[in-house]
């Protein structure tokens, strides 16, 4: 029986004890009910089925020391790790020349400094760091391709996880403001910037990247100058830049649809102008409600970079092929592909990761 | 305010000036004719049925809406496509709006530094304790560093009214600023109001508060069907309404 109390006077009391622990955790969430039961049989099975196997051939009967297939072979049942160990520069590098790794790795380790300030807003000495950032392009542009001094290396040489993540970034560091202005464009009442962002959005939407690829390599031949020369890899960086620009662009529209129209008017009133209330008010908005979206995008252009392997830059995907065709490691795909997995996983879900911890940070409780 | 408490700081110098406008959305004829004069410090209430075009007539003002016929002067300055002149005219003309319109993704104080720095190019000092005093005088000092989402709908009425007083502006419009407001907090915003009023802050409110045009405006105006109907002083306007649309209206409302 509940006490009764009189009108108004109530006291407060403390909410009913719930049960607690790891005991109701497990019970709510595998035996609640009879399906429940079942699918927690089935689930066990299935990990009980591959996870012991699995664990066996990675690791327990995996092989890291041997020179050819054969002697991995001889050696244990498992994986063939090796050829990752004999291959491991490919892959990384491509054919960039050895003596001047080091250029990489040293971009690669800026590439986190100057990422750091952009991502995170609690970074020691963020506004010089910015600055970093501004120049880091530019930096990582004579690190990668010489000049300036140091010795100049051609893009061709450029492959691997190398390519992978300088078009990666590249193509995400370039396609956002290109996609903000195209959402922009796309709304604004200037009948010619309209038109054209439109016009580009919807071709660039509507022909597959590989389309754009080869266009990049074969087709624009036909329009430059005879003579030009017009490096591959930029053109393949150029097209991957606009094609995620457009996918961007809607994105960042559906954003802008979301912002009430009352946002653009007090901006108005405050007599910000067109360019300030954007930046100040309504793409701060518009880009956060687009977080998830746009991080999905990014996140297709990565893993979309394997496709340059067919107009002929070697990214991890073309270094394996090259691999899987050397007497030596003939047979080894599973080995190769997993690691490459591995490398894909490992940074789209750092990028994913990335977006919730964005979303949760912008919250700000309406 | 008495009356003459209330024309006292009226001058003679013009404020806004709307001489034949007229506006259509499309084919439906908004405003008709609308002729208005208002002079430096004087308080305008503007009230009249849903969809007479009360809200369209004041975001003229400001450009918000875009008239086609006839001129609108604001201190001087005619309101025409050049937007200069627009900018202009908007950094003078404060306007709070009926739900508010804050930026929640900045803090109360953010939301009132944010055009005194960008549009006004103070330095950002000098904005937050001019925005500390406006907080103070709308009393919400204590929600500076706070986000709009986690205010009651009368602190982020009269947050919004700190908000336009940031860019000290000579003209206040006000679009029904307490109509989206729970019973209990629409006192609160409306002695903001008075306060402002007795300050001498030229002001155009939209408004059914009728206890509020009483007490300070000037004029009030009567709107219907897009035109002006009626406008007098508050005492002659509620005892006597001339126009029986006026008169059917001020009994509709003042009924409850
Ligand atoms: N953007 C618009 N497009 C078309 N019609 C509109 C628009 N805004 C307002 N109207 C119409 O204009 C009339 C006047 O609107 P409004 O000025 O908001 O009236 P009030 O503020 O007096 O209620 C209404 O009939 C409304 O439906
Ligand atoms: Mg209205």
Redesign the interface.
């Known amino acids: 029986m509940q006490q009764q109390y009189e009108a108004g006077r109530h006291p407060d009391l403390p909410p009913p004890l719930v049960e607690r622990g790891a005991v109701k955790w497990v019970r709510d969430n595998f035996f609640s009910n009879a399906t429940s039961i079942v699918l927690t049989a089935v689930a066990v099975y299935f990990l009980y089925k591959v996870v012991p196997p699995f664990v066996e051939w990675a690791f327990v009967d995996a092989v890291w020391d041997a020179h050819h297939r054969n002697e991995c072979r001889a050696k244990g049942e498992g994986a063939c790790w090796a050829v990752l160990r004999a291959r491991i520069a490919q892959f990384t590098y491509g054919f960039y020349p050895a003596h001047l790794y080091w250029r990489v790795n040293t971009a690669f380790v800026l590439l986190f400094i100057a990422l750091a300030p952009l991502l995170f807003e609690h970074v020691p000495g963020r506004r010089y760091l910015l600055w970093f950032s501004l120049a880091y392009p530019v930096l990582a542009f004579f690190l990668l391709w010489g000049g300036l001094g140091l010795e100049p290396v051609e893009s061709a040489k450029f492959g691997g996880f190398l390519l992978t993540i300088v078009i990666g970034v590249t193509g995400i560091i370039g396609s956002l403001p290109l996609g903000i202005l195209l959402a922009l464009g796309r709304r604004s009442r200037l009948l010619i910037v309209h038109t054209i962002s439109v016009a580009f959005i919807e071709f660039v939407r509507g022909v597959p990247l590989i389309t754009l690829l080869f266009i990049a390599s074969t087709l624009l031949n036909y329009f430059l100058p005879p003579g030009t020369y017009f490096d591959l890899l930029l053109r393949v960086l150029i097209m991957v830049t606009l094609f995620a620009s457009a996918y961007l662009a809607e994105v960042i529209r559906g954003g802008l649809a979301g912002i009430?129209k009352?946002?653009f008017?007090?901006?108005?009133?405050?007599?910000?102008?067109y360019w300030?209330s954007m930046r100040?008010?309504i793409l701060?908005?518009a880009l956060?409600i687009s977080i998830p979206n746009i991080v999905n995008t990014f996140i297709g252009l990565y893993k979309d970079t394997t496709l340059v392997v067919i107009v002929g830059l070697a990214d991890p995907l073309g270094i394996s092929r090259a691999t899987l065709a050397d007497s030596k490691w003939q047979g080894l795909s599973t080995e190769i592909y997993i690691a490459i997995a591995v490398f894909f996983f490992v940074s789209c879900f750092a990028m994913s990761r990335y977006s919730l911890y964005l979303e949760k940070k912008?919250h700000?409780?309406? | 305010m008495s009356a003459q408490e209330k024309s006292m700081s009226v001058s003679d110098e013009m404020m806004i000036e709307m001489n034949g406008v007229h506006k259509w959305y499309g084919q439906f004829h908004v405003l008709k004719n609308i002729n208005l004069t208002v002079k430096r410090g004087e308080r305008i209430v503007i009230c009249g049925p849903s969809g007479s075009g009360k809200s369209t007539l004041i975001r003229c003002i400001n450009r918000l809406e875009e008239h086609q016929q006839g001129e609108i002067i604001v201190e001087g300055t005619e309101l025409t496509g050049n937007l200069k002149h627009i900018e202009q005219i908007r950094r003078e003309v404060g306007m709070v709006f009926q739900h508010f319109n804050l930026f929640p993704h900045l803090t109360v104080m953010e939301n009132c530094t944010l055009a005194p720095i960008w549009v006004r190019h103070m330095p950002k000092q000098e904005a937050e304790e001019l925005a500390m005093n406006y907080l103070r005088q709308v009393k919400i000092p204590e929600q500076a560093e706070k986000f709009p989402g986690q205010l009651s709908g009368g602190q982020q009425q009269r947050a919004a009214i700190a908000r336009s007083l940031c860019m000290r502006p000579k003209v206040m419009l006000f679009d029904e600023p307490t109509s989206a407001l729970d019973p209990e907090m629409i006192k609160e915003v409306l002695d903001i109001m008075i306060e402002l009023a007795r300050d001498g802050m030229t002001m155009i409110c939209v408004t059914h508060e009728m206890g509020f045009a009483k007490t300070v405006a000037n004029r009030v105006i009567f709107m219907d069907g897009g035109e002006i109907i009626e406008q007098n002083e508050p005492e002659e306007f509620f005892a006597n309404p001339k126009n029986e649309r006026t008169q059917l209206f001020l009994s509709q409302i003042l009924q409850h």
Do not use: I, N, R
């Open positions: 009430p009352g946002q008017e007090a901006a108005d009133s405050l007599g910000l102008g300030k100040l008010v701060p908005q956060h912008l700000t409780g309406h």
